[in-house]
Nanobody, 121 residues
Framework: QVQLVESGGGLVQPGGSLRLSCAAS????????IAWFRQTPGKEREFLARIRWSFGLTYYADSVKGRFTISRDNAKNTVYLQMNSLKPEDTALYYC??????????????WGQGTQVTVSS
């Protein structure tokens, strides 16, 4: 089992920044990745970014490329999402997840409870 706890959400003005944290505990997989997703009511969960746990390789959705940065601290078992130039449309519940791949697709097996981000003046 893997436990994930997100933190760092809150209210921020447009153009501002936030850094989300995802603390992982329990069983880990060297081939796994941790990803960030977000969801707003009535919409599907949206993939944002992922980072490979062992190699640190990153991948971003086009919607956040250049504004969001995913990183990890292996010693703390924590993954971060630095979000800059935030827009009102970034308002959502942000989740982290742990997943594995068969080389073609990713399967996200473990999820945190989410942290709310609200971008508003």
């Amino acid at each position: 089992q893997v436990q994930l706890v997100e933190s760092g959400g809150g209210l921020v003005q447009p153009g501002g920044s936030l850094r989300l944290s995802c603390a992982a505990s329990g069983r880990t997989f060297s081939s796994a990745a941790i990803a960030w997703f977000r969801q707003t009511p009535g919409k599907e969960r949206e993939f944002l970014a992922r980072i490979r746990w062992s190699f640190g390789l990153t991948y971003y959705a086009d919607s956040v490329k250049g504004r969001f940065t995913i990183s990890r601290d292996n010693a703390k078992n924590t993954v971060y999402l630095q979000m800059n130039s935030l827009k009102p449309e970034d308002t959502a519940l942000y989740y982290c997840a742990v997943g594995t791949t068969d080389g073609t697709t990713w399967r996200w097996d473990y999820w945190g409870q989410g942290t709310q981000v609200t971008v508003s003046s």
